[in-house]
């Protein structure tokens, strides 16, 4: 039995990795099922280790799907896929997460090294406005029409992140950005 205010707070905790603006990484490392895998699918994007897989048993559970969650499963890993994982109960393996591209990479964690650690820290070293802008972009339901992501879109480009690239690229550098 779930408490009453668990879709409530499954919601929530859903809706603010959505709404962060700065990149969300899942490592996954291990099963990730139901509720966990409607986590790692909030995320904007998916490490997973050798023993990392996901699936959503709704039919073996007589539980009924929220429609955020089979919209970006169908949006994620496809939509013969998200078939596969809510109607035909199928997990998806790390192969089959990194050959859709629901995963970005296989990666593993052990004692003396950390992957996945090493590749979330060359993502947050990326500029924070751009991926603000994109991940925006992406998760927007109209961007079309939505006059707030061609202010991101300029600020971005007009931003000091912008000029220190541009300077970083003309002394073979990396660059060190800002968020301004």
Same mark, same amino acid.
């Given at each position: 039995?779930?408490?009453?205010?668990?879709?409530?707070?499954?919601?929530?905790?859903?809706?603010?990795?959505?709404?962060?603006?700065?990149?969300?990484?899942?490592?996954?490392?291990?099963?990730?099922?139901?509720?966990?895998?409607?986590?790692?699918?909030?995320?904007?994007?998916?490490?997973?280790?050798?023993?990392?897989?996901?699936?959503?048993p709704?039919a073996?559970?007589?539980?009924?799907?929220d429609? %955020?969650t089979?919209?970006? *499963?169908? &949006?994620?890993?496809g939509?013969?896929?998200?078939?596969? !994982?809510l109607?035909?109960?199928? @997990?998806?393996?790390?192969d089959?997460?990194?050959?859709?591209?629901?995963a970005?990479?296989?990666?593993?964690?052990?004692?003396?090294?950390?992957?996945?650690?090493?590749?979330?820290?060359?993502?947050?070293?990326?500029?924070?406005?751009?991926?603000?802008?994109?991940k925006?972009?992406?998760?927007?339901?109209?961007?079309?029409?939505?006059?707030?992501?061609?202010?991101?879109?300029?600020?971005? %480009?007009a931003?000091?992140? *912008?000029? &220190?690239?541009?300077?970083?690229?003309?002394?073979?550098? !990396?660059?060190?950005?800002?968020? @301004?």
């Amino acid at each position: 039995m779930y408490a009453d205010d668990f879709w409530g707070s499954l919601s929530d905790m859903l809706q603010a990795i959505t709404a962060s603006p700065v990149p969300v990484i899942a490592d996954v490392q291990g099963p990730a099922v139901g509720a966990g895998c409607q986590l790692i699918l909030a995320c904007d994007l998916r490490i997973f280790g050798d023993r990392g897989e996901c699936w959503i048993p709704v039919a073996q559970h007589a539980f009924a799907m929220d429609t %955020w969650t089979i919209q970006r *499963a169908r &949006e994620l890993v496809g939509g013969s896929f998200a078939r596969n !994982l809510l109607l035909g109960s199928a @997990r998806m393996s790390v192969d089959q997460a990194v050959a859709t591209g629901f995963a970005m990479a296989r990666a593993a964690v052990t004692e003396q090294h950390d992957e996945p650690l090493e590749i979330a820290q060359a993502i947050a070293a990326s500029a924070p406005l751009s991926m603000q802008h994109a991940k925006r972009v992406l998760n927007s339901p109209d961007p079309h029409n939505d006059e707030s992501l061609d202010k991101l879109f300029f600020a971005a %480009w007009a931003s000091e992140d *912008a000029q &220190e690239a541009r300077a970083a690229r003309a002394e073979k550098r !990396l660059p060190k950005f800002k968020g @301004r």
